[in-house]
T-cell receptor, first 114, second 113 residues
Framework: DADVTQTPRNRITKTGKRIMLECSQT?????MYWYRQDPGLGLRLIYY???????NKGEISDGYSVSRQAQAKFSLSLESAIPNQTALYFC?????????????FGQGTRLTVV | GNSVTQMEGPVTLSEEAFLTINCTYT??????LFWYVQYPGEGLQLLLK?????DKGSNKGFEATYRKETTSFHLEKGSVQVSDSAVYFC????????????FGTGTRLTVIP
């Protein structure tokens, strides 16, 4: 089983619908992240959480919200999906406190908003 | 601010060819540098890293040297294989945590037999 698991892997939704992407991890890391990948733009950080009670906005948080339900679970919500939120979404984890720390990524969720 | 610029792809090579993917960076301090690889249908995974000037990161036949004087971290491999076909991302970090990771736009490599 993957260390970082994202569900669903693929989703098509309509404009205006609310959708939740889920992420769970078995690495025991405190820190979790949500990134968005668009062609030609690399990865951009949406939100991150350093522990269950700590949530922070990233570079492109508008239109998104998150919930850290437990150390191992971090979900991303689109309250009212719009077509320009069509992208590949990645969850990631990392150890806390370590410099130059490696990030561990899930397999991604491909979201299409029509 | 921090940014990473890497060569645009796609790059197509024949098996056993030499690979170079260029990466340059801008940083306010002394960053650590990374190459991540994304195989088809998978998430990113760390390929190699270097934490200070003149360090060389290496893994799976790939190498990259942290060049502070040219602010570069070019990825090289002497003989690519079909299994190396993937998207390669250069990234930098100036602190703890992946919230401080800045990624390049990615370079798609296709290796043909």
């Amino acid at each position: 089983d993957a260390d970082v698991t994202q569900t669903p892997r693929n989703r098509i939704t309509k404009t205006g619908k609310r959708i939740m992407l889920e992420c769970s991890q078995t690495k025991g890391h405190d820190r979790m992240y949500w990134y968005r990948q668009d062609p030609g733009l690399g990865l951009r950080l949406i939100y991150y959480s350093f522990d269950v009670k700590d949530i922070n906005k990233g570079e492109i948080s508008d239109g998104y919200s998150v919930s850290r339900q437990a150390q191992a679970k971090f979900s991303l919500s689109l309250e009212s999906a719009i077509p320009n939120q069509t992208a590949l979404y990645f969850c990631a984890t990392s150890e806390s406190g370590a410099m130059n720390t490696e990030a561990f990524f899930g397999q991604g969720t491909r979201l299409t908003v029509v | 601010g921090n940014s990473v610029t890497q060569m645009e792809g796609p790059v197509t090579l024949s098996e056993e060819a030499f690979l170079t993917i260029n990466c340059t960076y801008t940083a306010t301090g002394y960053p650590s540098l990374f190459w991540y690889v994304q195989y088809p249908g998978e998430g990113l995974q760390l390929l190699l890293k270097a934490t200070k000037a003149d360090d060389k990161g290496s893994n799976k036949g790939f190498e990259a040297t942290y060049r502070k004087e040219t602010t570069s971290f070019h990825l090289e491999k002497g003989s690519v294989q079909v299994s190396d076909s993937a998207v390669y991302f250069c990234a930098l970090s100036e602190g703890t945590g992946a919230n401080n990771l800045f990624f390049g736009t990615g370079t798609r490599l296709t290796v043909i037999p």
